[in-house]
């Protein structure tokens, strides 16, 4: 199993910065891609940035490209979510996500782990 334990978010004016971290522990090894995903509202959970553990090969939503950084330590298992030039739209919950694959005699799955999520909110 995989625990995922979030610190950071909070308040911000627009313009502002905060910094997301997220720590897995526990069946870690099989980890292959994390990342931060948020919910605002009355909307869907969206993807806001992922990092792969093979290479660090990240992805960004079109909304954050540019203002939001994911960077991974791989020692500590820990990615981090350094978000610049917030702005009110980002206010949402951020859930950190981690993908593992399990593996048994009859073949492989995949696995989703989340977070218990951190509030973000932004003040115009």
């Known amino acids: 199993q995989v625990h995922l334990a979030e610190s950071g978010g909070g308040l911000a004016q627009s313009g502002g910065s905060l910094r997301l971290s997220c720590a897995a522990s526990g069946t870690t090894a099989k980890i292959y891609v994390m990342g931060w995903y948020r919910q605002a509202p009355g909307k869907q959970r969206e993807l806001v940035a992922r990092?792969?553990?093979?290479?660090?090969?990240?992805n960004y939503d079109d909304s954050v490209r540019g203002r939001f950084t994911i960077t991974r330590d791989g020692a500590r298992n820990t990615i981090y979510l350094q978000m610049n030039g917030l702005l009110p739209k980002d206010t949402a919950v951020y859930y950190c996500h981690a993908a593992s694959v399990l593996v048994t005699s009859t073949g492989g799955s995949v696995q989703d782990h989340w977070g218990q999520g951190t509030q973000v909110t932004v003040h115009a």
């Open positions: 990092i792969t553990n093979d290479g660090g090969r990240t």
